[in-house]
């Protein structure tokens, strides 16, 4: 058996650890996982925003509406009597259910979809690209690949007859026979 040196041990030590931080290191600041990192932080931070929009501003319109009814606060009574309160519940040990909460979940969940539909098409109209619909008036020639108008029968250039435009040529060569 090979007898390890305490000391060449510790270097390999070393070297497994720097190289275990060196492939952290480019996980970590990988475009993917630090944009993923970033939008967790945004989200959370949004997520405030939204859950204080709805109860400093929703949720009190909405009491407004039904008679100063906190939605938060609506339960029922599975087992343990009837109380009028939903701390009132919870402190006699009650079992409910807390359909309030769940309309509150709901609302924030509506209101965080609406706002972010409305940055997503805000952002997709800010980065687009200005795509106006340019008309073509121009074609190339078949023959000596030179431009041409659209609306060419022969190419300019070359004096070839152009074949989307065959017809119109008969015609015109019928048409000058009979003249001539």
Known sequence: MKKID???????SKKKAKLAFEDYKAFALKGNALDLA????????????????????ITPLIS???????????FITLKGGHFDTLE??????????N???????????IIVSIVLFIIVKTLTKANKKDTEKVEITTKTCPY???????QATRCAHCTSILEENTNNIKIDNEEQKNHE
């Not at 970033?38 to 109860?55: D, E, Q, R």
């Open 6 to 12: 305490k000391k060449e041990l510790q270097e390999q």
């Open 38 to 57: 970033i939008g967790v932080v945004l989200g959370g931070a949004f997520t405030t925003i939204v859950n204080t929009l709805v109860s400093a501003l």
């Open 64 to 74: 407004i509406i039904t008679s100063n009814v906190d939605l938060s606060k609506l």
């Open 88 to 97: 009132a519940a919870k402190t006699a040990g009650a079992i409910t259910l």
């Open 99 to 109: 359909y309030g909460e769940i309309l509150t979940a709901i609302i924030n969940f």
């Open 144 to 150: 000596c690949l030179s431009t041409i108008p659209l």
